[in-house]
């Protein structure tokens, strides 16, 4: 479904990504794992045409996308949650989830009521403004969102980062849910998080893929269990 071939991306004269490539299978959650400034959000970005890589191809459902601005990338059906979780501070968490719908325009699965369905605790909070929420709820709830576009497939940006383990836990629940329905690439610090709900991983250090395989090949070797695993 999502095939990145040897990316190169700049920031200016920085040169982040140094020939990065991974695929996607339809059906699958993918991991990347990765430790401060491995190069994580910089292959969303990448992927999501926030920060077209200068070297490289990107094919997404068959096709060449790469250097797509986000908003046609969205129209493919490629959903992306950033780190920077934001939520409208003023609308309910409900109105919240009948904006993103509308906006979205794809048919697709998902309705706000069978959204609410998949997250019980945005249903106890739906009429609570989205303001009032704390950091986890509101990363539920941009997750939620990102779904009422329909998306074929969605982009994670760490979204356990500084959230409560109960909430870990919900999201957990949620991703092994959604899985069936969207295919995922989940970008992580917290491997032992990603690893339960990842088929496959690849591990990127300095703007270079250095090891994938399997969540079995990945839960097995030494150096990702020294790096990445031994929290
Ligand atoms: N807008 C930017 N301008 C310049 N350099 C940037 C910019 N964004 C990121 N970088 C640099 O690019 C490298 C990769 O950053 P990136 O955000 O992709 O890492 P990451 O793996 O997502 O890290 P984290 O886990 O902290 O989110 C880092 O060295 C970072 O300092
Ligand atoms: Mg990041």
């Known amino acids: 479904m999502l095939e990145v071939k040897d990316i190169h ?27 401060n400034g491995a190069g994580k959000s910089t292959t969303m970005k990448s992927i999501m045409g926030l920060v077209p890589p200068r070297r490289g191809h990107i094919f997404f459902m068959g096709e060449e996308t790469t250097g797509l601005p986000p908003y046609r990338m969205v129209k493919r059906g490629m959903a992306y ?44 909070l739906r009429h609570r403004k989205g303001g009032h929420l704390s950091g986890g709820e ?3 709830l941009v997750i939620a969102r990102a779904l009422l576009a329909n998306p074929t497939m969605l982009l994670l940006d760490e979204p356990c980062e500084g959230l409560a383990p109960i909430i870990v836990e919900e999201l957990e629940k949620v991703i092994l849910e959604i899985r069936r329905e969207v295919t995922i690439l989940l970008a992580e610090q917290n491997a032992p998080f990603a690893l339960r709900v990842s088929h496959r991983g690849y591990v990127i250090e300095k703007g270079r893929i250095k090891f994938q395989g399997t969540r ?3 839960l097995a070797n030494e150096e990702v269990q020294s790096r990445y695993l031994a929290l």
């Open 138 to 140: 509101q990363q539920l």
């Open 9 to 35: 991306t700049y920031y200016g004269d920085s040169h982040v990504l140094q020939g990065v490539s991974l695929e996607v299978n339809r059906g699958e959650v993918v991991c990347l794992l990765g430790r």
């Open 81 to 124: 949650v950033p780190e920077d979780r934001r939520v409208f501070p003023h609308l309910t968490v409900e109105e919240n989830l009948e904006v993103a719908h509308i906006a979205a325009r794809r048919e697709g699965r998902w309705t706000v009521k069978g959204i609410l369905e998949v997250f019980p605790m945005l249903e106890r």
């Open 216 to 218: 079995e090949e990945l």
